[in-house]
C-alpha cells in the first residue's frame, strides 16, 4: 500500500478528533474496524477517550460497551516504554518542557504509537491538598470547553496512582515570550497575531470562561507561527451576569493584572482585555507599560501610573 492509502495513526486520531469537534464523530466500532493496522493503539485511544468524557460528565462520543468489546476481540497489549524513559499511565514521559505552581508539562508519548502530545500532572508536592485537586479540575474543565483553532485543544484525562492529569495537543514552536523579538517593527504580524489571540479569548468569553492570566508565556506558536492560548490554571466560570463570583479571589501575573484585579469586586471579561492590550504594548514598543522591582511598586505603577504614550 501506498503512504496515501495507508493513513499513519496520528493523521487517524486527527480525523478522528476532527469529526468529534464537528459532531460527525463515526462509530467507534467501524472505526477502528476501519483501521486494522492500528487496531490496539486505536482502542487504547478510546479507553483514554472515554476517561476524559467521564470525569467532566460529558456523553461520550464513543459508545462504552463497544470499547469493552474492542478490549476482548482486538486486545490491547501494546509495546513496552522505551529503555529508561518514565511510563505514567498509557504514556511515556520524554521530557518536562513547563513547570508552574500547581504542575509540570511534559512531552509524552501515547504507549505503543508515534503520538506525542503535552501531558500535564498536578505536581507531587500537591496532592494532599484539597483546593490544589479542586483547582486543576477547574483548570481542566475550563480548557476543554473550548473549540477554537486558536486554543490548545485539551485531548483526554485520567488519573494515575492517584495523579490527576490531563494531555492537550503539543505546540512545540516555543512560547510568543521567547520570539517577542522577532516581532518588534513588524506592525502587521503584531496586528495579526494580536486579532487571533483576541478571537480566541472572546471564544472563551462566550462560553463564560475567563483566562485570567494571559500574558506572553501562555500564548505558544506552533512551527507555521498560529498563536495557542493555553494554561488555564487561574480559568474561572462568569456568572449570568457576566462577572466572576464574589467569592473568587485575586489572581493573575504581573505586570499583566488589570487594576480592578486588586480589589474586592468581580471581574468582568475587562481583566482578560486589559492583559492583551498590555501584551500589545510590549510587541510594538519592545517594553512592558508598567515597571517596579517589587509587587507593590509594580501593583502601584498599574493603579497610579499612565504608560508611556
Do not use: C
Amino acid at each position: 500500500m501506498t503512504d496515501r492509502e495507508s493513513p499513519s495513526l496520528d493523521e487517524v486520531i486527527a480525523a478522528f478528533l476532527l469529526a468529534s469537534e464537528q459532531g460527525e464523530a463515526p462509530d467507534a466500532k467501524a472505526w477502528v474496524a476501519q483501521h486494522p493496522q492500528h487496531g490496539p493503539e486505536l482502542v487504547g485511544f478510546l479507553e483514554n477517550l472515554e476517561e476524559f468524557q467521564a470525569f467532566l460528565g460529558f456523553s461520550g462520543r464513543a459508545d462504552a460497551n463497544q470499547t469493552v468489546e474492542f478490549r476482548h476481540t482486538q486486545g490491547t497489549s501494546l509495546d513496552p516504554p522505551m529503555q529508561g524513559v518514565e511510563r505514567f499511565g498509557g504514556y511515556e514521559l520524554l521530557q518536562e518542557i513547563g513547570r508552574g505552581g500547581m504542575g509540570t508539562v511534559h512531552r509524552a508519548r501515547l504507549t505503543g504509537t508515534t503520538l506525542i502530545v503535552a501531558l500535564k500532572q498536578i505536581r507531587s508536592d500537591r496532592l494532599g491538598g484539597e483546593q490544589a485537586r479542586k483547582r486543576f479540575r477547574e483548570e481542566i474543565e475550563s480548557a476543554a470547553r473550548l473549540r477554537h483553532s486558536n486554543v490548545v485543544q485539551v485531548y483526554h484525562v485520567g488519573e494515575h496512582q492517584e495523579q490527576p492529569y490531563y494531555t492537550m495537543a503539543l505546540v512545540d514552536g516555543g512560547s510568543l515570550e521567547e520570539h517577542l523579538p522577532r516581532y518588534w517593527g513588524n506592525y502587521r504580524a503584531i496586528a495579526e497575531l494580536i486579532a487571533k489571540v483576541a478571537r480566541a479569548v472572546h471564544h472563551g468569553h462566550q462560553l463564560q470562561v475567563l483566562h485570567r492570566d494571559l500574558k506572553p508565556a501562555n500564548i505558544l506558536l506552533d512551527h507555521v507561527g498560529e498563536p495557542h492560548v493555553t494554561d488555564f490554571g487561574l480559568a474561572t466560570r462568569l456568572t449570568a451576569t457576566g462577572k466572576t463570583p464574589s467569592s473568587e479571589s485575586p489572581a493573575g501575573s504581573l505586570p499583566w493584572m488589570a487594576p480592578e484585579s486588586f480589589g474586592t469586586e468581580p471581574l468582568t471579561t475587562g481583566v482578560d482585555i486589559w492583559a492583551i492590550g498590555v501584551i500589545l504594548y510590549e510587541l510594538l514598543t519592545g517594553t512592558r507599560p508598567f515597571h517596579g522591582t517589587t509587587f507593590t511598586q509594580l501593583q502601584q505603577a498599574i493603579l497610579d501610573q499612565d504608560p508611556t504614550p
